[in-house]
């Protein structure tokens, strides 16, 4: 579903360039994903690829090494300079590229927020392509752990980095939905940590909840790195059924958890 | 007995002076400046888009904040010790410069407060190393985390930001087609160096850092010369916060995270003496250009990250090996 929607922004994208520029040229387009390394992005990628091969433009995947706020400054910059057409990006902070990002739109390049907005900087991006309803996914998490739990106990988030616009939005959307629906009123968030979007650190993260928190309930891990690294820690301490575990995952990482009764559920996030 | 010290007295007579041109060649530098043009002519076949002076030095602003700390820790690691605390100098700093701006202080007050934590944080390192005679790379291993804490403590998860609109985009203000922050970076390395090379308290940074005792039997105020460095390193840290802050118009308790490790390989590729009493000013320049090169190289020719890093970890070890064995051929 979300990869007609990314078929569709880039077309747009497309017509929108070449009917601005007068030259023939195929179209080129980078796409500069959160950090390598990260399956979840692979699957973008290959999105970008086939609607490519479709549409006839030229696209090239640029990925910094980590996920850090300012991590994708030095490509935005590099890219401009290329003098690519559309600049692609699953931003890694809300604000840190305002600026790196209005330069290369002075210089006519047409920039997409994809898989994750510029919250509350919008006016430093062209157009967003976003792969699920933003106000729906947080509110929706609530209710799959609240389901697992009975609507009672303690829960706790596993995030990616501090920053991560994306994973924001929903934590906020979640506590907003834990405050004001009075069906959730027995549940109560203790914590929000970040594994920063690497398996180790998420791993570091996940151990941590469950030590500091024993009667834990619940984790919600709204990134693909993040749930597949809790379901590994919740499978290997045994506590599949003290300790209900969901979140946005790739149906390739989750399927042995959800076989082996790790996971019952989790919100399969695949640009399918 | 008095036949053998005369032969080796003998022997020292006479070996020859080092002919003028290994003088001037074999040193460090040179190896820095041959990597630096031999990247720059890799990186200009590498992609069309590279050789733009105008692009390489905006794309310089990335890592010159880091090259201005580079400057200073030169001299430190001259004298004999590290400092591995940057970064998280930077943060705290600036962490410092944007909750006081937050909570209602005029801009340049806050800025002087920020410079003032620099100061504050140097010192606190100098002291636990001068006063107290601890390894500084024990010492600063554990501010780094101690300041990097505290930013966290003070700006949260969040970013701080909102400057307003003159102070934001230093990196974009250009002097005679030269961004702000790498005028900064020339006359800071112009200064450092004519204090390193033609002052005394130069050349008894170079002493303290050959052999301390020696220096105190000398009558060389060691642990003075030591604690201005450390401070000098918080006042580097914190002009390189403030920069970085004006640059992405934003903090954030992680900003510069890993930062220190490539302030050390600028240094360590400029031919700077991990052990101490070696090293210069012009090689840490040209080597964080060469840092600048290489990076912008590869990125702007869309080759792999993983490939980068690799390159840099083997650039650190070649320039390591070079450096001592250029010492090792000149040792007197």
Redesign the interface.
């Given at each position: 579903m979300f990869k007609k929607s990314l078929l569709l922004g880039i077309s747009l994208s497309v017509a929108l360039i070449s009917g601005a520029a007068l030259a023939q040229d195929p179209v080129s387009i980078v796409y500069i994903p959160k950090n390598?390394g990260n399956p979840y992005f692979d699957s973008l990628v290959a999105g970008f690829e086939d609607a490519c091969k479709e549409l006839n433009c030229e696209f090239?995947m640029?990925?910094?090494?980590t996920a850090?706020?300012?991590s994708q400054?030095?490509?935005i910059?590099?890219q401009t300079?290329?003098?690519v057409d559309v600049i692609a990006i699953s931003p890694n902070?809300p604000?840190?590229m305002?600026?790196v990002l209005d330069?290369a739109r002075s210089r006519g390049i047409l920039v997409l927020a994809v898989n994750g907005d510029l919250v509350d900087n919008y006016e430093h991006r062209d157009a967003a392509i976003l792969p699920v309803d933003f106000t729906k996914t947080g509110p929706g998490q609530i209710e799959l752990v609240g389901s697992m739990i009975g609507y009672k106990g303690d829960i706790a988030v596993l995030s990616a980095t501090?920053?991560a616009p994306d994973q924001n939005t929903w934590i906020a959307a979640m506590v907003d939905s834990l405050k004001t629906n009075p069906k959730y009123k027995d549940m109560n968030l203790v914590a929000t940590v970040?594994g920063d979007d690497e398996p180790q650190k998420s791993t570091t993260e996940a151990e941590a909840l469950l030590q500091t928190y024993p009667d834990l309930k619940g984790i919600i891990s709204p990134t693909t790195v993040g749930v597949a690294a809790a379901a590994q820690v919740i499978q290997s301490a045994g506590k599949a059924d003290e300790v209900k575990l969901t979140g946005l995952g790739t149906p390739n990482q989750m399927r042995p958890f959800i076989k082996d009764g790790t996971v019952e559920a989790v919100q399969a996030l695949e640009p399918l | 007995m008095t036949t053998r010290t005369e032969t080796v007295k003998h022997t020292r007579d006479s070996a020859d002076a080092r002919p003028m041109w290994q003088v001037v060649l074999v040193r460090p530098e040179v190896m820095t400046f041959a990597l630096l043009v031999g990247a720059f002519i890799i990186a200009s076949n590498l992609?069309p888009?590279f050789s733009?002076a105008q692009?390489i030095l905006?794309?310089s602003t990335?890592y010159v904040e880091y090259s201005i700390i580079a400057l200073v820790l030169t001299l430190v690691i001259i004298s004999g010790e590290i400092d591995l605390s940057p970064a998280a100098m930077m943060a705290l700093s600036a962490c410092v410069f944007a909750a006081l701006y937050q909570a209602g202080l005029p801009i340049g007050l806050a800025m002087i407060a920020s410079l003032a934590t620099g100061v504050l944080m140097g010192l606190f390192n100098g002291i636990l190393v001068v006063v107290f005679k601890l390894p500084s790379i024990i010492v600063t291993i554990g501010t780094l985390t101690l300041y990097r804490g505290l930013a966290q403590v003070l700006a949260g998860?969040?970013?701080i930001?909102k400057f307003p609109q003159w102070f934001?985009?230093i990196d974009?203000r250009l002097i005679l087609d030269v961004p702000v922050p790498v005028i900064v970076f020339v006359i800071i390395s112009i200064v450092l160096a004519a204090i390193l090379g033609t002052t005394v308290v130069g050349r008894q940074i170079y002493q303290v850092g050959t052999s301390e005792i020696a220096s105190i039997h000398a009558g060389i105020r060691v642990r003075r010369i030591k604690l201005g460095l450390f401070v000098a390193m918080g006042v580097a840290s914190s002009i390189g916060g403030l920069l970085t802050a004006s640059?992405?118009?934003?903090v954030?308790y992680?900003?510069a995270?890993g930062g220190e490790l490539q302030m050390v390989l600028m240094v360590m590729l400029g031919g700077t003496y991990i052990f101490g009493g070696r090293g210069s000013i012009l090689g840490t320049f040209l080597a964080s250009w060469l840092l600048v090169i290489i990076?912008?190289g590869m990125?702007?020719a869309?080759i792999?990250?993983?490939a980068q890093?690799i390159v840099m970890g083997a650039l650190l070890i070649i320039s390591i090996i070079a450096t001592n064995a250029i010492y090792a051929r000149t040792q007197r």
């Open positions: 390598t090239t640029a990925a910094p090494a850090e706020a300012t400054i030095p490509f910059t590099a300079q290329r003098g902070s604000d840190a305002n600026q330069r501090t920053d970040y | 992609s888009f733009d692009f905006e794309s990335y998860d969040r970013s930001g934001n985009g974009y640059r992405l118009a934003s954030r992680d900003m995270t990076a912008t990125t702007v869309n792999a990250i993983t890093l």
